[in-house]
């Protein structure tokens, strides 16, 4: 069975400033790593995804992430935040192609507070 | 760019009453599926179908709940005797192979009286 963490509820940070949202995951299995973004009243939408290759993968809106095996995390980065990007980011863990139904385990999520 | 769409934004239901909670998955996908959020808490997986029958479901997915994809476009969760604990956010999500990412729609709030 695969678990997602995020280490951190709320990441107050100011406008312009770099931030890191934490992940960690634990599985027996290889995993694929995605994450999430929800703006109010909406649904989740896709940021990022790491099926296999290159560990640090690029996504939308000038975020990025990196797969570390060894540490079992896939940190959320973006070197620079605007306060359009205060939401709930979500991290997501879907087993590998062993038996994969293709369902996601989501963390508890990260607010994300984006200050003037 | 095709959405995954969810009818009724808001369902306000009594203890006990049979809800049905709507989702038009986009046309060329073909695996389904259905997430809760209880307020405040993490999303939470419930049931994944493909090729017209569930291939897994989670321990929420009791008998009380059913899915359905009756004409080749809508995908439907029932909850046959809603409780005030199935209040939540439900979200119906698709895509066109299970390693590809999922496209979840804006959620149905249900609201257990």
């Known amino acids: 069975a695969q678990s997602v963490t995020q280490l951190d509820s709320q990441v107050p940070v100011f406008e312009e400033a770099p931030v890191e949202l934490r992940c960690n995951y634990s599985?027996?299995?290889?995993?694929?790593l995605f994450w999430y973004v929800q703006y109010p009243n909406q649904g989740l939408q896709l940021l990022l995804k790491?099926?296999?290759?290159?560990?640090l993968v690029k996504g939308i809106n000038g975020f990025e992430a990196e797969f570390n095996k060894s540490q079992t995390s896939f940190h959320l980065r973006k070197p620079s935040v605007h306060i359009s990007d205060t939401a709930e980011y979500f991290c997501?863990?879907?087993?590998?192609?062993?038996?994969?139904?293709?369902?996601?385990?989501f963390g508890q999520g990260t607010t994300l507070q984006v200050k003037p | 760019e095709p959405e995954v769409t969810q009818t009724p934004s808001h369902q306000v239901t009594q203890m006990g009453q049979e809800v049905i909670l709507r989702c038009v998955p986009i046309s060329n996908h073909l695996y389904f599926y259905w997430y809760r959020q209880i307020l405040g808490q993490k999303v939470e997986f419930l049931v994944s179908?493909?090729?017209?029958?569930?291939?897994?479901k989670s321990e929420i997915f009791d008998d009380q709940f059913s899915v359905e994809r009756p004409d080749g476009s809508n995908f439907t969760l029932k909850i046959r005797s809603t409780k005030l604990e199935d209040s939540a956010m439900y979200f119906c999500?698709?895509?066109?192979?299970?390693?590809?990412?999922?496209?979840f729609g804006d959620g149905t709030r249900l609201s257990i009286l």
């Open positions: 997501a863990v879907s087993a590998g192609p062993s038996g994969n139904t293709g369902k996601l385990i």
């Open positions: 790491y099926l296999s290759g290159s560990t």
């Open positions: 599985s027996s299995v290889s995993v694929y």
């Open positions: 179908f493909y090729n017209n029958e569930i291939s897994e």
């Open positions: 999500a698709s895509t066109e192979g299970y390693i590809q990412p999922q496209h």
